[in-house]
């Protein structure tokens, strides 16, 4: 544990959840360890999209139900994953080792990102683990990306999103794109997901990159 340093994972209450799950099991795939971060607004989101509860007794078990189905819904679209190298810390636990810039981290990963935590870290209002870390991942000029869900975007949190690029913060809205030949709503959720771990440094593979070839990400027609 002593050499252990993970990405910090953080969940809001963004409609999104699928991102999240995505952006989890690349990281994993990879061999990253991860601390996950579960905001309490967000085991709402989780539940209306999934019908998954995440229950802090339980997480280990809700959270392999989460990971295992895919974007459109269905259960068991994703076998195997292994979660033996994840830590998992109460959203309401101020005194958790990601609360501290002592505690060793390769940065953090906020995906969904609602508009209220925008507000929070943009602001430093540390009002949960998920807003106190990233706060910290700022201070101590780590890598944090935020991966913003929400649209359409008013002033006062697009003035909040340049306050985190100004502090060093990456402001990646979830916006998916369809040159890379999305036939399934798996692979917009994972486009987004991608660019998400490409501005982390994380190596995935979970889209195709543009490669100057146009037509090249067009859907083959099965006929």
Sequence with gaps: MSSRSPWIVGVSGASGTPYAASVLRALLAAGESVDLVVSRASRLTLLDETGIPFRDAHWREDLAQWLARGA???PGTFDGIDLEDVRYWPA???AA????GSYPAKGMIVVPASTACVAGVALGLSKDLLQRAASVTLKERRPLVVTV???PLNGQTLKH???LDEAGAVVLPAA????AGATHIQDLVDFVAGRTLDAAGVPHTLYR???GEIGGGSPKDPH
């Design 176 to 179: 998916p794109a369809f040159y």
């Design 149 to 151: 869900r929400e649209t």
């Design 209 to 211: 990159r543009w490669e």
């Design 161 to 163: 999103l340049v306050t």
């Design 92 to 94: 309401g636990d101020l």
């Design 72 to 74: 459109d819904g269905k």
């Design 97 to 100: 080792g990601p609360s501290s």
